[in-house]
Antibody, heavy 122, light 107 residues
Framework: QVQLVQSGGEVKKPGASVKVSCKTS????????ISWVRQAPGQGLEWMGW????????NYAQKLQDRVTVTADTSTSRAYLELRSLRSDDTAVYYC???????????????WGQGTLVTVSS | EIVLTQSPGTLSLSPGERATLSCRAS???????LAWYQQKPGQAPRLLIY???SRATGIPDRFTGSGSGTDFTLTISRLEPEDFAVYYC????????FGQGTQVEIK
């Protein structure tokens, strides 16, 4: 069965960076993209970025594009989200999701990881 | 950026009733690239509908998506106890964005 298992929660200080991993299994990793979505406490969903695992194309939310990088390692079927220059309003649960956009653009996300809480606090 | 506005913010209904959720886009969503997700407390979102009207794998037929252009609707024909949750629309025709969500609560 399709599974996405994310790394554990993180506590970071303002200005630091965080890297969240997403280990996938149960499907062909290169046949789908990976999207990242976050959710601040008590708030709605915010799309952050996407990678085509097949060709490495990426697409980022404009407000985050200077601070975020999404990568994928086909040898381990893992995807990664790195967010730099953390601020208190980056405190959120971060989700990875299998994206049906394969090559050029993100599409809908049909399987999701369990979420990783990143807390930014001094 | 395409802004999605969902209404109502909260829908109070009883099991067995029909739920109608609206999602309005600030500009036309190309190729009906509109999805609906369900989220329960403490859980990840679950894909219900993609392409405005196609049900995702395993989604019961009481969930129906419709619409095009700037106006989209999710209809739950008869609410089951497990359907009480928050529902989000998402457009992915351009850089993806989500609506703010509609909470469907038990009346």
């Amino acid at each position: 069965q399709v599974q996405l298992v994310q790394s554990g929660g993180e506590v970071k200080k303002p200005g630091a960076s965080v890297k969240v991993s997403c280990k996938t299994s149960g499907y062909s990793f290169t046949s789908y993209g990976i999207s990242w979505v976050r959710q601040a406490p008590g708030q709605g969903l915010e799309w952050m970025g996407w990678i085509s695992v097949n060709n490495g194309n990426t697409n980022y939310a404009q407000k985050l594009q200077d601070r975020v990088t999404v990568t994928a390692d086909t040898s381990t079927s893992r995807a990664y989200l790195e967010l730099r220059s953390l601020r208190s309003d980056d405190t959120a649960v971060y989700y990875c999701a299998r994206d049906t956009g394969i090559y050029a653009n993100p599409r809908s996300a049909d399987y999701w990881g369990q979420g990783t809480l990143v807390t930014v606090s001094s | 950026e395409i802004v999605l506005t969902q209404s109502p913010g909260t829908l109070s209904l009883s099991p067995g009733e029909r739920a109608t959720l609206s999602c309005r886009a600030s500009q036309s969503v190309s190729s009906s690239y509109l999805a609906w997700y369900q989220q329960k407390p403490g859980q990840a979102p679950r894909l219900l509908i993609y392409g405005a009207s196609s049900r995702a794998t395993g989604i019961p037929d009481r969930f129906t998506g419709s619409g095009s252009g700037t106006d989209f609707t999710l209809t739950i024909s008869r609410l089951e106890p497990e359907d009480f949750a928050v529902y989000y629309c998402q457009q992915y025709g351009s850089s993806p964005t989500f609506g703010q969500g509609t909470q469907v609560e038990i009346k």
